[in-house]
């Protein structure tokens, strides 16, 4: 830990506060400043506070798995220093000065385009993803057969070359929507939140990326989204004993085993 990797990681570590800020960083100097001149109001320097917390708890909590989840920390702060930014804006405009109040104003016009896509998002009656009406009818079927473990074929992002937005959820990336919706237990899927949690899924995985239908015996449903085109699956099916079809329709086929 040398002088040149300690400044190395110092301006990635301002890199990425101001990249997560913005203008939000007006705030936090002016609150700084004005504690340390003892002019800050008691509400002030707790939010400025507050603000520090969830900076260092987002810089120095290292979590197995994913690492980026902590990042959320961070949120919080970033809403707050909008209300110290708000309140350094309105200091300027009670000076009464032509350029300060200029200032103001070219401030928040530079802040309005990102606002406006936020808003454009937020507002737009486009979902980004959608579960289809007939993969519905089949979770809906699901739902109601015994508890069990159910099998779903590994997502495969390549599916969502043969789309645009919308995407049907099971194109749009590795989601728990068939654990959500269906209420069973599902065999795999959604590697990123089994990650964060701990469970341990590497020779499970491994096993379905070497078509091992030995997996197959672990479940007693096989949900089948049609669009996948799995071959693999579909023959592990038919060559597992035990499974029989009990829905299909257009999207989906079920199995019981």
């Known amino acids: 830990m040398g002088p040149r990797l300690f400044l190395i990681e110092l301006f990635t570590l ?3 506060i101001f990249l997560n800020f913005g203008v939000r960083i007006l705030g936090l100097v ?3 400043k004005n504690s340390l001149t003892r002019k800050a109001q008691k ?40 209300i110290l ?16 109040t200029a200032l103001v104003i070219l401030i928040v016009i530079t802040t309005l385009p990102i606002d406006i896509d936020l808003l454009r998002d937020f507002t737009s009656f486009k979902s980004l993803s959608y579960v289809p009406q007939k993969e519905l009818a089949a979770l809906g079927f699901l739902k109601k ?24 959820l099971f194109a749009d990336n590795d989601s728990s929507y068939v654990a959500a919706l269906s209420e069973k237990q599902v065999h795999l899927s959604t590697l990123g939140q089994l990650d964060l949690v701990g469970v341990d899924y590497k020779q499970r995985l491994k096993n379905l990326q070497r078509n091992d239908c030995d997996e197959m015996k672990n479940v007693k449903y096989a949900y089948i989204v ?12 038919n ?8 829905f299909e329709n257009d999207s989906v086929s079920i199995y019981q085993r």
């Open 14 to 16: 301002l890199l990425y």
């Open 30 to 32: 002016y609150t700084l």
């Open 43 to 82: 509400w002030e320097v707790i939010t400025f506070c507050v603000i520090i917390f969830s900076i260092v708890l987002n810089i120095f909590f290292v979590q197995k798995g994913q690492w980026w989840n902590t990042v959320q920390f961070l949120y919080y702060g970033v809403f707050l220093s909008t």
């Open 85 to 100: 930014t708000v309140q350094f804006l309105f200091s300027l405009l009670e000076e009464n000065n032509k350029f300060l």
């Open 145 to 168: 057969q015994p508890n069990g473990t159910v099998f779903q074929p590994l997502y495969n992002p390549k599916l969502s070359e043969s789309y645009s937005y919308p995407f049907p």
């Open 226 to 237: 049609k669009e996948y085109h799995d071959h693999y699956v579909m023959k592990c099916i």
């Open 239 to 246: 060559s597992t004993n035990g499974f029989n079809k009990i």
